[in-house]
Each structure stands twice: as structure tokens, then as C-alpha cells.
T-cell receptor, first 116, second 112 residues
Framework: GAVVSQHPSRVICKSGTSVKIECRSLDFQATTMFWYRQFPKKSLMLMATSNEGSKATYEQGVEKDKFLINHASLTLSTLTVTSAHPEDSSFYIC????????????FGDGTRLSIL | EDQVTQSPEALRLQEGESSSLNCSYTVSGLRGLFWYRQDPGKGPEFLFTLYSAGEEKEKERLKATLTKKESFLHITAPKPEDSATYLCAVQAAPGGGNKLTFGTGTQLKVEL
């Protein structure tokens, strides 16, 4: 089945640090990838849609200069949390959708980000 | 604005005790309704896609159904390994792109 790999699975770092998270589709090509944030016992909140070869589309209220997204190839998207602060601590999950028609989004296993 | 409401918020079943989870949705036009399973500390795992009212899909002990306003995930004779949070999401059309709107999930616990 479709596999999405997300790395790292857990990051603990100091306030002010920038953190990069990678999302790879291992066995399919994805022109579109998605970045979500999930709070405890809450649903997934879409942050942005990552489009291969073009700028990401951010949801309302998400700072694009804070959460930098790059989608340089059909199998890799990265999310960089710049100058992270404790309020950025969360569970970040990526998903990728096979470029062929009528395919669902497949999710990575998430990154637990803790900012001290 | 697209909305997805799931109930109950939490459900505790005995092994073998069948039940149903509900997903009510409001969208301008439904392109697809998706069910996912999420284990603690993991990303959601895809289960089903439903496209039109009357459609049903089955996988092992799970069966998903769809009407014009809601979807049900029926769990028949559940086992402890079915314990997880079950998420429902909708994709709207037209103009929704590939964006999914998720409900808050039903946390299922199946006990021996």
C-alpha cells in the first residue's frame, strides 16, 4: 500500500531554534502534499497545501514566514518551523496524495515537536 | 463552511459487542467522505472512501455507509485490536481542491 515517511518522529529543542521536518512518499508520486497540526484530543487542522514546483497555499491564520514549506520534488516536501517558541510545540503530521485520480491522502506517522 | 461532527466522542465496548460510529457532515457539495483510523502517537491510517449516498464499503469487521447527511462506521464483533480513534473527513466540491475537513474523532476502546 501507499507509504508516507515522516522524519524526525520527535524533536526537542530550545526556543529560537529552527526545525525542519521531512515528508516523503515512498512508492508513489505526489504533486500535492499537506501539512497538519494536531492538538491533544483535537482534530487535525490543515496548515497548508504543498504544491510541487510552486508556492504553498496556507490556511487562514497560519503564518507563512513562520512555517516555511518547500516541495522540490514529486516525493518530498519539507516544513521548517522558524524561530520556534514553546507555543509551537505540537504534533505535526504530513500527508501525500497519489497524483493519479481518485486517490485518498496517506499520512505519515507525525513529528512530536517540543520547544523548551 | 464545511463542517464534520462525530459522535460519540468516546465509546467503550466489550469484545464481540457490535456498534456504530456516526459522522454528520455539512458541505456545499460532497466530493468524497473518508474514514481513517488513528492509533496513539501515529498518523491516520486510511480505511475507506465513499463518494455517493447509498454507497457501502467493507473491510474485515468494519463497514462504512453513506447518506446525504451522514456516514456510519459499523463495527461487527470488535476485538481489542480495533481500539483506536476513528476519524471522518470530507472533501468538498467544487473548488475544494484536495483539502480535507476532519471531525474530532471517536475514541473506541474494546475490552476483553
Amino acid at each position: 500500500g501507499a507509504v508516507v515517511s515522516q522524519h524526525p518522529s520527535r524533536v526537542i529543542c530550545k526556543s529560537g531554534t529552527s526545525v525542519k521536518i521531512e515528508c516523503r512518499s515512498l512508492d508513489f508520486q505526489a504533486t500535492t502534499m499537506f501539512w497538519y497540526r494536531q492538538f491533544p484530543k483535537k482534530s487535525l487542522m490543515l496548515m497548508a497545501t504543498s504544491n510541487e514546483g510552486s508556492k504553498a497555499t496556507y490556511e487562514q491564520g497560519v503564518e507563512k514566514d513562520k512555517f516555511l514549506i518547500n516541495h522540490a520534488s514529486l516525493t518530498l516536501s519539507t516544513l521548517t518551523v522558524t524561530s520556534a517558541h514553546p507555543e509551537d510545540s505540537s504534533f505535526y503530521i504530513c500527508s501525500a496524495r497519489d497524483s493519479r485520480a481518485n486517490q485518498p491522502q496517506h499520512f505519515g506517522d507525525g513529528t512530536r515537536l517540543s520547544i523548551l | 463552511e464545511d463542517q464534520v461532527t462525530q459522535s460519540p466522542e468516546a465509546l467503550r465496548l466489550q469484545e464481540g459487542e457490535s456498534s456504530s460510529l456516526n459522522c454528520s457532515y455539512t458541505v456545499s457539495g460532497l466530493r468524497g467522505l473518508f474514514w481513517y483510523r488513528q492509533d496513539p502517537g501515529k498518523g491516520p491510517e486510511f480505511l475507506f472512501t465513499l463518494y455517493s449516498a447509498g454507497e457501502e464499503k467493507e473491510k474485515e469487521r468494519l463497514k462504512a455507509t453513506l447518506t446525504k447527511k451522514e456516514s456510519f462506521l459499523h463495527i461487527t464483533a470488535p476485538k481489542p485490536e480495533d481500539s483506536a480513534t476513528y476519524l471522518c473527513a470530507v472533501q468538498a466540491a467544487p473548488g475544494g481542491g484536495n483539502k480535507l475537513t476532519f471531525g474530532t474523532g471517536t475514541q473506541l476502546k474494546v475490552e476483553l
